[in-house]
């Protein structure tokens, strides 16, 4: 079992950038892919980024590409998304999740979810 904590998040300005943090419990961290997920109100769960297991390989969606950076700090069971030039439209409801084996960026894929950090961005 995994228990995954975010934390970061908040009311920002467009334009304006956020760190998420999520610290991650219960087993060996380093043997786990982690993605990053939202969900906007009356809107599906939609993929953000994913990182693997050691950090070399980082995949986005087409939105956030450029303006997101998702990275981990294995030492500290930590992974973070680094989001810059916010924009209204990012307003949503921000979880991490974990899983084993390969990058997926399907929801239902992942097997442990946190509870979720809210994220608001003002035109």
């Known amino acids: 079992q995994v228990q995954l904590v975010e934390s970061g998040g908040g009311l920002v300005q467009a334009g304006g950038s956020l760190r998420l943090s999520c610290v991650a419990s219960?087993?060996?961290?380093?043997?786990?892919?982690m993605g990053w997920f939202r969900q906007a109100p009356g809107k599906e769960r939609e993929f953000v980024a994913a990182?693997?297991?050691?950090?070399?390989?980082?995949y986005y969606a087409d939105s956030v590409k450029g303006r997101f950076t998702s990275s981990r700090d294995n030492a500290k069971n930590t992974v973070y998304l680094q989001m810059n030039s916010l924009k209204p439209e990012d307003t949503a409801v921000y979880y991490c999740a974990a899983r084993i084996d390969r990058v997926n960026s399907r929801p239902h894929e992942y097997d442990y979810w946190g509870q979720g950090t809210q994220v608001t961005v003002s035109s």
């Open positions: 990182i693997n297991w050691n950090g070399g390989n980082t």
């Open positions: 219960g087993r060996t961290f380093v043997g786990y892919v």
